[in-house]
Structure formats: C-alpha cells, structure tokens
C-alpha cells in the first residue's frame, strides 16, 4: 500500500532544520505484515530527542530512515501467528520490543533486549526485515516503529493493546515519555512513599517523571534551566522548581534524583543534589563521546548509587496498565504534557523549537 511519511535523508544535519531540509515528506510503499506483524492506522505521533538525536548526528542510525518511535494507532491488518490483538484495536507502539526470550528480557526490564536493540541498530524490524521502500529502495524503520506516516508495520512485540476508552493522544505519550520518566520513578528510583524526589530536566521525559511522582504523593522539586518549564512544574504541584545553580546553592539534597535532560551538566547536577545514601537515577542520552565527572571517594563514602535506566527500565506490557489505571483516576493528567499539536509537513520546524528547549511533547495528528 501506498503510504505518506517523514523521511530522515541524512543524519548529522545542522539546524535551523526548517531551513536546511533534512526531511522528505511523500508517499512510500509499505509491504503488508508478514508473520508476527501488524498493520497500524496511526492517529498521533510525539515528537522526542530521541527522534532529534538521529537528525542532529547524536545517535548514528542508516538512513534512509523514517523516524518517530512514539506513537499510537488502530491496528488494520494482522499477520500470520498473531491471535491477541484485533482488527480495530488500538495500540500503543514503543520502541524497544521484546522477545522474552533473550538474557536482557530476563532483568524484568533492567537490560533491554538483545534482539530488539540488534533490530533497532540495524534499522529493521525484528527478525530483519524492512517493509518500507521507495522507487524499489529499501528505507529504514527507526527503532521498529516509524510512526511518523500514516501507517506503519511492526512486530506485535512493539505494541500494547490499550482500551477504547484511552484517547490516541494519551496512549502515544504512553509509548516513550511516560514509560521513560515514570518508569525511572517507580523502576528506578522507587523511592519510600512520601519522600523528595528531585527531577532535573523539564522536558516530556522529565515532565512526565514529575506527574508520575505526584500521582504516588510524592514531594518533587523540578530543575531546569529554562523558566517558563519552571513555572509548569509549579502548576503541576511541583513544591519547589528551581534552575540548577540556585538548586546547589540552597543545599537541596534528596534521597531520590532523577537526571532526564541528556547531557553531561545535567547529570553532574543530579549528583551533587543526592543525598548520603541516594540513589541518582540516569535517563537521558547524551553525545556518545559526553563524559562527567564523579569523585569515587563521594560515592564510597557516602554509599551512593548511580542506576541507568533505558526506558526507565520498562516492561511495557506490565507497567503501561499501571499508567492508565492512573489516569483514569485523576490522578496522572498526562494531557499537561502536550505542549502543542502540528502536521506531519511541520517536522522539521518540530525539531528547531525541541533543540531550542521551549517544548514539553509536539505530537503529531493524523
């Protein structure tokens, strides 16, 4: 079938994006699912740094590669041995699926997958394949989920069916900014209840990490740099928000601290506001070649610990449940974290205002 979707040309372009074009916005064959894929209607689409990190050169990816790993739809087609899902349904698509069979699928979420991570790298969907071309020429899945098109095909292991009563656009954030943010709450930090948390970093990861710790009554403190996020996270019930040097300034030390904003100031940060015998939680993903500086002696002494946490040490299938329930609830107004809504013709401009830090989630409707 004949499909319209975003295409990265080339990685490692220089902004201003909108000017320099990196994109093509047309149509392109896409195969029918073969066994164990489905076809997906999409309906919205987030706009993440992960998508901007492989146009701006950050994380090297074959291209030509159509991007976007966030996102939601209505499954139209299903392929062979796939007998849990139904036409109809709709289905939240993250970016890191799973085999359940590897050594990294027995963490319960600690190591991502072998198979998916080899999938992604190389561009494909599991098991090798590519079923996105143009003009006969293959173009690459970004992390076996390309949701930036109409239409995608990916591995049922890519996909958690969600209820009807879930609207697209809560169930798209729940495929990267919610499973990343909280999850490095409640996966990684999983702080006693009613302690501090401190979030350094206020974009959609970030953000949502901070609603995720308020919905489990948590205290948060919100760091940024930028003040407008500041003052979201106030709204949002943040107890304090502050930009990070006034933050090492007043002392603030928590038991819990989670570094979302994916470089290597950010995560030194986050260091040095934990507390003795904290736990200093890791999600964002700087430049290959970052490095920071830790004193050793600090974390001995102080019986520190430093956790990674790759989509906050997810297991989509499990916590995603979790997250509506919550929602449903009143409890987790993940609507506060669209910061706007755009075309598919606008993602060029998308990623100007996320790399100028003025964005919680962009999403994408179709």
Not at 145 to 150: I, K, L, W, Y
Not at 191 to 210: H, N, Q, R, W
Request: glycine fraction near 12%; proline fraction near 7%; hydrophobic fraction near 45%.
């Amino acid at each position: 079938m004949q499909i319209i979707g975003a295409v990265l040309e080339r990685s490692g372009a220089e902004p201003p994006f909108a000017e320099n074009r990196p994109f093509t916005i047309g149509p392109l064959e896409l195969d029918p699912p073969e066994s164990g894929e489905i076809l997906v209607r999409i309906e919205a689409a987030g706009v993440c740094h992960s998508d901007l990190s492989v146009v701006d050169g950050n994380r090297l990816r074959p291209t030509p590669m159509l991007l976007g790993h966030e996102a939601a739809g209505i499954v139209e087609q299903i392929g062979g041995g796939v007998d849990d899902v139904s036409i109809g349904d709709r289905v939240v698509m993250t970016f890191l699926p799973r085999c359940e069979a590897c050594a990294g699928c027995a963490t319960d979420g600690r190591l991502p997958c072998e198979v998916g991570t080899a999938a992604n790298t190389a561009g494909t969907l599991v098991g090798g394949g590519i079923r996105l071309h143009r003009s006969g020429a293959p173009v690459h899945h970004h992390l076996g989920v390309s949701g930036f098109a109409s239409h995608a095909v990916v591995s049922r292991t890519s996909v958690v069916p969600v209820p009807a009563d879930v609207p697209a656009e809560i169930a798209a954030l729940l495929g990267c900014a919610v499973l990343t943010g909280g999850g490095a709450v409640i996966n990684g930090a999983d702080p006693a209840p009613g302690s501090t948390i401190v979030i350094v970093g206020l974009g959609g990861v970030g953000m949502a990490a901070l609603l995720v710790a308020l919905a489990l009554d948590l205290e948060v403190i919100g760091i940024d740099a930028n003040d407008t996020k500041l003052d979201v996270a106030r709204r949002l019930g943040a107890a304090r928000a502050l930009s990070p040097q006034d933050a090492v300034d007043a002392g603030i030390r928590a038991p819990a601290v989670i570094e979302a904003a994916g470089n290597v100031r950010a995560f030194e940060t986050a260091v040095a506001l934990t507390a003795p015998g904290g736990v200093t939680v890791t999600v964002g993903l700087p430049a290959p070649d970052a490095r920071a500086q830790v004193s050793p002696l600090q974390m001995t002494a102080e019986a520190r610990t430093i956790i990674g946490s790759y989509l906050g040490s997810a297991v989509p299938a499990r916590d995603i449940p979790r997250y509506i329930e919550l929602w449903r609830d009143g409890r987790l107004p993940l609507e506060q974290l669209v910061s706007s809504r755009i075309d598919l013709d606008d993602i060029a401009g998308a990623m100007d205002r996320l790399a100028a830090g003025g964005e919680l989630r962009q999403l994408i409707t179709f």
